[in-house]
T-cell receptor, first 111, second 118 residues
Framework: RKEVEQDPGPFNVPEGATVAFNCTYS??????FFWYRQDCRKEPKLLMS???SGNEDGRFTAQLNRASQYISLLIRDSKLSDSATYLC????????????FGKGTHLIIQP | DVKVTQSSRYLVKRTGEKVFLECVQD?????MFWYRQDPGLGLRLIYF???????EKGDIPEGYSVSREKKERFSLILESASTNQTSMYLC?????????????????FGPGTRLTVL
């Protein structure tokens, strides 16, 4: 059974703060991991892939912990424009039926 | 830049009507997908296709069918719309493994169709 769990939030964070949230997955055979961002009433868009060694893209850092089966997303110096829902996506590899989306974490950056 | 378009942003239909949702991508992607997104349930895969005329059921195919006659177009069909099919429908595409149903790349989503069935 494929399960991907996220805290739905909302996370209310002041502008300029650092915020982090996790996503846990149940299937240890999962191979690929992603964070997508979805703005209100818009489609999801890839934010970043998550590599085993961790990866950073500007203010965003993603990490994978295979032993504990979770991935994390850290946002530094948060901006008002970071307000969105962040979807965790986990893939078993292979076809689309191995792809599972989390329900998302809602982030609100407050001025 | 990849572009995925959907035929309508908003659609209102009556119970029992046959509904067609169209999706077109312009990047020659092999794989195309239909999801629905509902509050508290997240994105759920309805059907996907990894090649022309090929289709596979996702997690919630009941009440839906699909058609892929051309590589760039993937249609979702509600044979007899019901109120529980009121939802946001998202189409996505991704380059794939040459028709082998394998993929690891980014999914590119269309803007979504918000369907209301009365």
């Amino acid at each position: 059974r494929k399960e991907v769990e996220q805290d739905p939030g909302p996370f209310n964070v002041p502008e300029g703060a650092t915020v982090a949230f996790n996503c846990t997955y149940s299937n240890s055979a999962s191979q690929s991991f992603f964070w997508y961002r979805q703005d209100c009433r818009k489609e999801p868009k890839l934010l970043m892939s998550v590599y085993s060694s961790g990866n950073e893209d500007g203010r965003f850092t993603a990490q994978l912990n295979r032993a504990s089966q979770y991935i994390s997303l850290l946002i530094r110096d948060s901006k008002l424009s970071d307000s969105a829902t962040y979807l965790c996506v986990v893939s078993l590899g292979g076809g689309a039926d191995g792809l599972t989306f989390g329900k998302g974490t809602h982030l609100i950056i407050q001025p | 830049d990849v572009k995925v378009t959907q035929s309508s942003r908003y659609l209102v239909k009556r119970t029992g009507e046959k509904v067609f949702l169209e999706c077109v991508q312009d990047m020659d992607h092999e794989n195309m997908f239909w999801y629905r997104q509902d509050p508290g349930l997240g994105l759920r895969l309805i059907y996907f296709s990894y090649d022309v005329k090929m289709k596979e059921k996702g997690d919630i195919p009941e009440g839906y069918s699909v058609s892929r006659e051309k590589k760039e177009r993937f249609s979702l069909i509600l044979e007899s719309a019901s109120t529980n099919q009121t939802s946001m429908y998202l189409c996505a595409s991704t380059p794939g493994g040459g028709g082998s149903r394998l993929f690891t790349d980014t999914q590119y989503f269309g803007p979504g169709t918000r369907l209301t069935v009365l």
